[in-house]
């Protein structure tokens, strides 16, 4: 009888806050180990725990919630929002789906807001700005599947966003 062995899976050395993160990398520093050896040591993360233990006070996850009802009900309805705008797709004339609104930065302006697609691509700056959003979303997923790069599917595509960047910084 063949002995069933199970892969080794890389474990984390450390851990570091994403770009553009509202957690800096020294609360990550302890907020990771909290969630992945305190909380969730099975692997298996949950929402609804994450909660439970953040409504405590001294939780080190306390302070990255608002508690006050009235202005988290109202930033759950802009995300609430954000989710209605981003909720349909156009069908082009050539028969292309492709998202009704894209997420832009107005110059001057810290905050993103959302333009229609056809009017983000008649603007060079709007358009050059979605092109950038898509090659950090190819570079965000590179980063997120490094680990199995192993696998023939992933080496393809990971080839083939090396190959966008190439391309795309050779233009520029």
Not at 62 to 67: G, Q, T
Not at 86 to 108: A, L
Not at 140 to 168: C, G, H, N, T
């Amino acid at each position: 009888m063949k002995k069933k062995t199970s892969k080794k899976v890389e474990q984390p050395k450390k851990y570091v806050a994403r770009p553009g993160s509202p957690v800096s990398q020294k609360e990550v520093d302890v907020i990771a180990p909290y969630l992945h050896e305190r909380l969730f040591p099975d692997g298996n993360f949950d929402k609804e725990t994450v909660i439970d233990d953040a409504k405590h006070p001294k939780s080190p996850l306390h302070k990255h919630f608002d508690w006050d009802d009235t202005t988290a009900a109202h930033a759950h309805r802009l995300v609430q929002a954000q989710k209605l705008i981003t909720s349909f797709y156009v069908i082009t004339s050539k028969g292309y789906e492709v998202p009704s609104v894209v997420s832009i930065r107005v110059t001057d302006s810290p905050n993103r807001t959302y333009m229609a697609t056809n009017k983000a691509i008649e603007s060079p700056n709007l358009c050059e700005q979605v092109i950038q959003q898509a090659i950090n979303g190819l570079l965000q997923w590179k980063k997120r599947y490094q680990m199995f790069a192993k696998l023939p599917e992933f080496a393809k595509v990971i080839k083939s966003i090396d190959m966008v960047i190439e391309i795309r910084s050779k233009s520029k």
